[in-house]
């Protein structure tokens, strides 16, 4: 068995193992990226359907902070074009475009209570936050019972956070929208997301980095509370790879699970089995040759079954499908999104809901029906539930939607995950010189 050595090496090619990479290789270490797929990008990632490009998860992409600054680190360009308006609700057949009135403006036509409602997100924008037991669901029925405002904000856990809002704590709800900011610029890249992917693979490659694809992980070496190497498997043959810092974006329950993940603890390994909790949301691609609705950006839904958001790509990426047709994507949660669900109910009521908002889409033309759950869930774990980045093992850290900042959601906060191992990766390694 060959052995090769690296200063960092990254188990994944996530959102937040390849910013984890970016920013080692631009700190001018080596560093080595395995992945098992034969494409980057995880599940923010595409594939090629009938002549569409059709993403299979992630499509909304954070313009500024973070995702965009590991881009900059390695001058690569972040592909992506912004529709005007970016969000907008569809509410009783009618849009309801935020982007001036905000909260206000959004529950003012439902409840009487709107002001009340919106002074909460300024006093959580002071710190002042419920208990971490309360759901977004309880906080919410203290101001108001009307079921279209209860309707849109469950919507909105789901949409961001892939969970129903009798399942998401109230503080990680109003973290991520009066704290954190939501409603920020976002835009689709007219290549997929997986486009953009590629585009930082390739900035790694030429600092130096290797990615290779292909390539699962099947054991992890460690050592008196080190990983000293992992054993990959690439073109059929086992190399084992050793370096001096580790940094995982399959998950702690994943990663815990290999062959030589005994070494976390035992303690450790039964945590990454009960405190995480993986939510589930079923992604509908279908295309129409009749426009559904005339809006570029992501639409939220007021009352629906399951139907949470959806967004039509072609508005500003028209790249993605053939000549005439128009592309959409549509995000449904279940319900329990945290416990188990029959996928045929679930994803009939989906559809359903699709069928009740739009009477073209009996002519869509289906293209993929995604349940994202499991192994392959839509987040490894509920905003809330998260495990820290840092684990047993002195220089090996998670990355990824495991262990996100509290109450942080979507590709930026896997970002932000991959900027923080890189930054504790690199203290270890000038630390402790070769």
């Known amino acids: 068995m060959s052995t090769t050595t690296y200063d960092a090496v990254v188990i994944g090619a996530g959102a937040g193992g390849l910013c984890a990479a970016a920013r080692l290789v631009a700190a001018g270490r080596k560093v080595l990226v395995v992945e098992s797929r034969d494409r980057v990008g995880g599940r923010a990632s595409s594939e090629q359907i009938e002549g569409f490009t059709v993403n299979v998860g992630a499509i909304a992409i954070e313009r500024g902070g973070v995702f965009e600054e590991t ?33 206000g403006m959004l529950l003012g036509s ?12 300024a006093d959580a924008r002071a710190g002042d936050l419920p208990e971490a037991k309360l759901t977004t669901e309880e906080w919410l029925a203290q101001y108001t019972k009307n079921e279209t405002v209860h309707a849109i904000f469950r ?18 709800f109003l973290t991520y929208f009066a704290v954190k900011g939501a409603f920020k610029r976002f835009g689709f890249c007219p290549r997929g997301t997986v486009g953009l992917w590629d585009d930082l693979s390739g900035g790694i490659r030429s600092r130096g980095g290797e990615v290779w694809l292909n390539a699962p992980v099947t054991a992890l070496h460690a050592q008196d509370g080190e990983v000293t190497a992992i054993t990959v498997t690439k073109d059929g043959v086992a190399q084992r790879i050793e370096a001096r810092t580790f940094i995982s974006n399959i998950g702690p329950r994943a990663t815990a699970a290999l062959p030589g993940g005994e070494a976390f603890g035992a303690a450790y390994v039964e945590q990454t089995k009960q405190f995480l909790k993986p ?37 500003t990426c028209p790249e993605l499908a053939p000549a005439g047709w128009y592309l959409y994507v549509a995000y449904a ?53 998260d495990m820290p980045q840092d684990t047993p093992l002195a220089n090996l850290w998670h990355v990824g939607d495991a262990v996100k900042d509290y ?3 979507g590709t930026q906060a896997c970002a932000y995950t991959g900027r923080e191992a890189a930054l504790k990766a690199v203290k270890l390694l000038d630390a402790v010189p070769a």
Request: hydrophobic share 45%; charged share 25%; glycine share 10%.
């Open 407 to 409: 109450g942080d959601g």
């Open 71 to 103: 881009f900059g680190l390695l001058g690569v360009d972040l592909d992506i074009r912004e529709p005007n308006p970016a969000t907008v609700f569809r509410v009783e057949g009618k849009t309801i475009n935020v982007a001036k009135g905000g909260w």
């Open 110 to 121: 439902f409840t009487k209570q709107a002001a009340k409602i919106g002074a909460k997100f």
């Open 155 to 172: 919507n909105l856990c789901a949409a961001i956070f892939a969970v129903n809002s009798n399942e998401l704590p109230a503080r990680a």
């Open 333 to 385: 949660v279940p319900i329990p999104a945290l416990g188990d669900f029959d996928e045929a109910t679930e994803i009939e009521a989906s559809l359903q809901d699709l069928r009740d908002e739009f009477p073209g889409f009996a002519k869509a033309k289906m293209l993929s029906v995604r349940v994202m759950r499991g192994e392959w869930p839509a987040q490894r774990s509920c905003a809330g539930f």
């Open 279 to 315: 939510a589930a949301n079923i992604v509908i691609n279908f295309a129409t040759q009749e426009r559904l609705i005339d809006v570029p950006g992501l639409v939220t839904f007021g009352k629906t079954r399951r139907l949470c958001n959806m967004g039509e790509l072609t508005a």
